[in-house]
């Protein structure tokens, strides 16, 4: 069977790395090596390794690391001489010396499950094959294993008739390989041999399930990767290493899924390649395999005589094929019923019927081990699942009560300050509501009281030329209570807001442009308060602390946001050398309980800039 042949090259040409390895382990490496080059001194010499590596065992002392390596390579050389009980006793006797089960990461089971697949104990081999990938998960050099047990594993299923559990493992198999190329680099990815064996499973799968469109994308990557691969081995080794087999499983499978299309003429082409790479390989089931395809092609076209030779050669080149593929045993009568010979199709008949139900009884009775096997086996990953989903869930419960202890808190600080937020709002508005009221009631004394009373001293002195001095005296006393009357308590900000406020009071100063910039609505009155005193206090900062000739102001207002800019030409200051005068902190104390920012930039000798935002959303 091809699981044979495969782990040949696996176990042949792996990688033995560790550098603390004692003799016997080359001796094993040696030893494969040898049987690879073939001939009479190659097997001479690999006799002679065996005959040291059992001249150990019984006569000096080893640890069990060295007595696991000697079996281990014992049992290697009987299953590459096809001595398979010898192989299978020897592993055995690995396994059973403490460390045998975990040794390279379960490649002592894996090897084990292949002594019983070579002898059809596919059960058997299942049950070691999801041993080794269990224990080969458990380490980063076993995850190497894990790829070939599960390769190994879905051919298994294949060849007992579990697609579905083949396609499982092969495609398992296919994201392994995927998942440890993110780790290695191009030229140690030794596992990258297994590749042909997992696509050509997949493309085989599709293929029984009637999709030639997905069969025939896998069956072209068998033959690719095997092709790749096999010419790689030729430059460095100057062996394909096996890899001839899965480049005819390729080119097998391309020429049934043509042969399912009935084009007949790329089906031969395909089998006669087929055929080709199987004799270059010399593996009597690949040869079998291909000398089944030509018959099934010719038994399509009806040309049974060609059919029912094809299948007398796949039978002389592999004796177990009638067990692998009944389908032979069917060609050969129908062809033998066609030209007449009723006596030999009878018998084929016999044999094609008596295999058939063989095999049925023996793959249920295989598969239904190796579903009690898996079912063991999704158990104990079942309760491994389990204490991750438990690990994940007291995690979650963690971070969950870290997360609500955080917010708890921020929502106990958050109400702390909108305490002290609305402390200060409500002794900024009362502080605001007094000066609102005595700036009214000075307003109207100053109005009706001192502005009449010059009315009336304007009024008795206008018969008195002599005093024309005195007139224009009083006429600029009055225009200064007006003015003075005004920037107390304008009523146009009563009455039309914060624009209207401002181009009032900056319109009688020649020097002073106002700018208005945004939305011309109407806001919170006590935020249109402190603004237009801010604008007052700045500006007339200004007029007598810088010498400036030009003030700008300028007021920005839309849904989110209030901003004020004051900005004069005059001298600047220092703000390192000068502490902030009265009038500055009055403009901070009426902004801050607004959450208001000021800017201030002001560079010696270039005048002054200050900015002042305020945001609606903290009113």
């Known amino acids: 069977m091809s699981v044979k042949h495969h782990n040949f090259v696996g176990n042949q040409f ?15 490496v040696l030893l494969l090596v040898f049987l690879a080059c073939g001939g009479r001194t190659g097997a001479q010499m690999a006799r002679s390794v065996l005959d040291s590596l059992r001249n150990r065992l019984h006569t000096q002392p080893l640890t069990d690391r060295e007595k696991i390596e000697a079996f281990f390579g014992m049992g290697l050389y009987y299953n590459l001489i096809s001595r398979y009980d010898s192989g299978r006793i020897c592993l055995e006797k690995a396994l059973e010396i ?45 995850k190497l294993n894990v790829v070939r047990a599960m390769a190994n594993a879905a051919e298994i299923y294949y060849l007992t008739g579990n697609r579905k559990q083949a396609l499982d493992y092969a495609e398992r198999a296919n994201r392994k390989i995927a998942e440890l190329d993110k780790r290695y680099p191009p030229d140690s990815r030794h596992y990258h041999y297994m590749s042909p064996q997992v696509q050509y499973i997949i493309g085989a799968v599709y293929s029984d399930r009637g999709l030639p469109e997905k069969a025939e994308k896998y069956m072209a990557k068998t033959f690719g ?98 067990k692998l593929y009944p389908g032979l045993a069917f060609n050969i009568a129908a062809a033998c019923l066609f030209s007449g010979n009723r006596q030999k199709a009878y018998e084929y008949f016999h044999i094609y019927s008596a295999q058939m139900k063989e095999n049925t009884d023996q793959n249920f009775c295989e598969t239904m081990a190796g579903m009690e096997v898996q079912f063991e086996f999704e158990k104990k990953e079942m309760r491994i699942s389990d204490l991750e989903r438990q690990k994940i869930m007291y995690i979650f419960i963690g971070v969950a009560g870290v997360v609500l202890a955080v917010a708890v808190w921020i929502i106990f600080r958050q109400k702390i300050k909108n305490g002290q937020k609305e402390k200060r709002l409500i002794a900024a508005d009362a502080i605001l509501e007094w000066e609102k009221k005595e700036r009214k009631r000075f307003a109207s004394d100053l109005h009706d009281g001192i502005n009449g009373m010059l009315s009336s001293v304007k009024l008795e002195l206008n018969t008195t030329e002599s005093v024309q001095n005195v007139r224009n005296q009083i006429d600029d006393c009055i225009e200064t209570v007006r003015r003075m009357a005004r920037g107390m308590m304008p009523g146009s900000l009563e009455r039309y807001g914060i624009k209207a406020a401002l181009e009032d009071y900056c319109r009688p100063f020649p020097n002073v442009d106002f700018h208005f910039f945004g939305e011309d609505t109407r806001v919170n009155e006590k935020l249109e308060l402190a603004v237009y005193y801010c604008t007052c206090e700045l500006v007339n900062n200004a007029f007598r602390h810088s010498g400036a000739k030009n003030i700008n102001v300028q007021l920005l207002q839309d849904s989110q946001r209030l901003a004020l800019t004051v900005q004069d030409d005059g001298c600047g200051f220092d703000r390192q050398h000068f502490a902030e005068s009265s009038g500055l902190k009055n403009v901070r104390e009426r902004i801050s309980p607004f959450d208001g920012k000021m800017d201030i930039s002001s560079p010696s000798g270039k005048g002054t800039e200050i900015n002042i935002e305020l945001k609606m959303e903290n009113i």
């Open 98 to 142: 403490p460390g045998g089960k975990e040794h390279e990461g379960g490649r002592i089971l894996s090897n084990l499950a292949n002594t019983y697949g070579f002898q059809g104990r596919y059960a058997e081999a299942i049950k070691y094959y999801l041993q080794a990938i269990e224990t080969g998960e458990k380490t980063e050099f076993g």
């Open 225 to 322: 990767m095997a092709d790749s691969i096999a010419r790689k081995n030729l430059q460095v080794y100057g062996s394909p290493k096996g890899m001839f087999m899965y480049c005819s499983y390729g080119k097998e499978g391309l020429a049934r899924i043509c042969l399912s299309r009935e084009d007949y003429a790329g089906a031969l082409e395909y089998a006669a390649e087929a055929l080709e790479y199987a004799e270059k390989h010399g593996d009597p089931m690949t040869l079998a395999k291909a000398w089944y395809a030509f018959s099934d092609i010719y038994m399509a076209q009806k040309r049974y005589g060609e059919s029912e030779t094809c299948a007398l050669k796949a039978l002389e080149s592999y004796s177990q094929s009638l």
């Open 14 to 28: 792996h990688c033995f790395t560790d550098i603390n390895m004692r003799i016997y382990r080359l001796r094993c």
